[in-house]
């Protein structure tokens, strides 16, 4: 079948260098070359182990790691991962804290769906974990869909954001972080307009192209210079006969990969040889600095190609959010029927992703909502990733979304009492 080659020529290509790291480690770890006075063979087994996990953890979905929080009291309790919604493309899971009292603040944190999983968000869930009931979207591996399963695109993406919200009720306080970000704001003008009683208390916006013009980054130069066509072509491939998603159109998440891994090639190269060198010499750990970063940064998942393709043809260069003009379903999505929803945006000043202007836009198609709902923060010196996961996050950033949700919530209601179903 078309483009299903080329897919299983890469996979085919990440075997064999798994394959060949752990030969290698093998072959360097014999007691019999270690008789050798020659530190040769201690860096082919370094080589080969480094080698080995790196191309392992591109196929391997990381486990959230999140097992205790410590509660009010003191105590530490077990954190378990629930699905409370399943849907072929994406599940609503919730961290259940167990034998502690529901919290009142209920959020939902929309993950992006840009190649990684939503464990990227692991520390910006594990520093909500003890204010916060946690609601996070995780999305599927299109690989793993069966085309039976049909299409996904952005409008389905939409719709599975309103159904969560409606499920989750009325007091929930949303967070999308970075691509979601247009989505999530759309979804939440699709509830205002279709189901008023179920929209969320506020919407808080990390890092996000509502307007992708307002700012030009190597992400949005990309989409102007390259057609439909093009794109298509180049990026667009059929999953192998490995997965059960087999036949099924996807942007792979191993071309995703290399896309970012080029981005940044020098910083890379160097952090892969330098680690090469500490595990040589005994240095490196299972859980060290690298190998915390990378075991989440190399685990990739597929794309349909519909998503794909529609988020870059209508989200960027068509700017259909920002232009207040994007349809689901056939029916216009009006962002002006935001009249209730407390709205934030949150921004990185050295943002080489969403730079400072992509996100804030959102408020001004906020035309019906009053100027007491709606707030914005800039992060000086903070870069794509630290709005939401690193010490700006944590010292800044997460206080700040903290007083925003407070300062616009009801008075809800603990427990489980107001969960509605679909």
Same mark, same amino acid.
């Given at each position: 079948?078309?483009?299903?080659?080329?897919?299983?020529?890469?996979?085919?290509?990440?075997?064999?260098?798994?394959?060949?790291?752990?030969?290698?480690?093998?072959?360097?770890?014999?007691?019999?070359?270690?008789?050798?006075?020659?530190?040769?063979?201690?860096?082919?087994?370094?080589?080969?182990?480094?080698?080995?996990?790196?191309?392992?953890?591109?196929?391997?979905?990381?486990?959230?790691?999140?097992?205790?929080?410590?509660?009010?009291?003191?105590?530490?309790?077990?954190?378990?991962?629930?699905?409370?919604?399943?849907?072929?493309?994406?599940?609503?899971?919730?961290?259940?804290?167990?034998?502690?009292?529901?919290?009142?603040?209920?959020?939902?944190?929309?993950?992006?769906?840009?190649?990684?999983?939503?464990?990227?968000?692991?520390?910006?869930?594990?520093?909500?974990?003890?204010?916060?009931?946690?609601?996070?979207?995780?999305?599927?591996?299109?690989?793993?869909?069966?085309?039976?399963?049909?299409?996904?695109?952005?409008?389905?993406?939409?719709?599975?954001?309103?159904?969560?919200?409606?499920? !989750?009720?009325?007091?929930?306080?949303?967070?999308?972080?970075?691509?979601?970000?247009?989505?999530?704001?759309?979804?939440?003008?699709?509830?205002?307009?279709?189901?008023?009683?179920?929209?969320?208390?506020?919407?808080?916006?990390?890092?996000?192209?509502?307007?992708?013009?307002?700012?030009?980054?190597?992400?949005?130069?990309?989409?102007?210079?390259?057609?439909?066509?093009? !794109?298509?072509?180049? +990026?667009?491939?059929?999953?192998?006969?490995?997965?059960?998603?087999?036949?099924?159109?996807?942007?792979?998440?191993?071309?995703? !990969?290399?896309?970012?891994?080029?981005?940044?090639?020098?910083?890379?190269?160097?952090?892969?040889?330098?680690?090469?060198?500490?595990?040589?010499?005994?240095?490196?750990?299972?859980?060290?600095?690298?190998?915390?970063?990378?075991?989440?940064?190399?685990?990739?998942?597929?794309?349909?190609?519909?998503?794909?393709?529609?988020?870059?043809?209508?989200?960027?260069?068509?700017?259909?959010?920002?232009?207040?003009?994007?349809?689901?379903?056939?029916?216009?999505?009006?962002?002006? +029927?935001?009249?209730?929803? +407390?709205?934030?945006?949150?921004?990185?000043?050295?943002?080489?992703?969403?730079?400072?202007?992509?996100?804030?836009?959102?408020?001004?198609?906020?035309?019906?909502?009053?100027?007491?709902?709606?707030?914005?923060?800039?992060?000086?010196?903070?870069?794509?990733?630290?709005?939401?996961?690193?010490?700006?996050?944590?010292?800044?950033?997460?206080?700040?979304?903290?007083?925003?949700?407070?300062?616009?919530?009801?008075?809800?209601?603990?427990?489980?009492?107001?969960?509605?179903?679909?």
């Amino acid at each position: 079948m078309k483009y299903m080659a080329t897919y299983d020529l890469m996979e085919t290509a990440r075997t064999t260098n798994q394959w060949l790291g752990a030969t290698a480690q093998a072959i360097g770890s014999y007691p019999a070359v270690s008789m050798v006075p020659n530190p040769f063979f201690r860096l082919v087994a370094a080589w080969g182990e480094v080698t080995e996990r790196t191309f392992a953890r591109m196929v391997a979905k990381p486990d959230w790691n999140i097992n205790t929080v410590v509660a009010g009291d003191g105590r530490d309790h077990i954190v378990s991962v629930e699905k409370v919604v399943q849907r072929h493309f994406g599940d609503l899971i919730h961290f259940q804290v167990h034998g502690r009292p529901p919290k009142p603040r209920r959020v939902l944190l929309v993950a992006p769906m840009s190649g990684h999983y939503a464990t990227l968000l692991r520390s910006t869930v594990a520093s909500l974990l003890p204010d916060c009931e946690v609601f996070v979207t995780d999305w599927h591996n299109a690989r793993d869909i069966p085309v039976s399963a049909g299409k996904f695109d952005v409008e389905d993406y939409t719709l599975y954001l309103v159904d969560f919200m409606k499920f !989750l009720g009325p007091e929930t306080h949303v967070i999308a972080v970075c691509q979601p970000a247009p989505l999530t704001l759309a979804a939440t003008a699709y509830l205002a307009a279709e189901d008023p009683d179920a929209q969320p208390r506020s919407l808080t916006l990390i890092g996000g192209p509502i307007d992708p013009d307002a700012a030009k980054t190597d992400v949005t130069d990309f989409g102007r210079r390259v057609t439909m066509g093009q !794109l298509e072509q180049v +990026a667009i491939q059929r999953v192998g006969f490995k997965y059960a998603g087999v036949g099924r159109l996807v942007y792979p998440g191993l071309l995703q !990969l290399a896309s970012f891994m080029s981005m940044n090639g020098d910083r890379h190269s160097r952090a892969f040889s330098e680690q090469v060198l500490r595990a040589a010499k005994g240095e490196a750990s299972d859980h060290d600095k690298h190998n915390r970063f990378y075991d989440e940064y190399l685990a990739v998942m597929d794309m349909t190609a519909e998503f794909y393709l529609s988020t870059v043809e209508r989200v960027f260069k068509r700017r259909e959010i920002a232009r207040n003009v994007f349809k689901v379903a056939g029916r216009q999505v009006d962002i002006a +029927a935001i009249t209730d929803v +407390a709205v934030k945006t949150v921004e990185g000043a050295n943002d080489d992703i969403s730079a400072p202007g992509q996100c804030i836009a959102a408020l001004d198609l906020l035309t019906a909502l009053p100027e007491s709902k709606k707030a914005s923060h800039l992060e000086p010196g903070a870069g794509h990733y630290g709005i939401f996961a690193g010490k700006s996050w944590r010292n800044n950033i997460r206080p700040l979304v903290l007083d925003f949700i407070d300062a616009n919530s009801g008075t809800p209601q603990p427990g489980r009492a107001h969960l509605r179903t679909v």
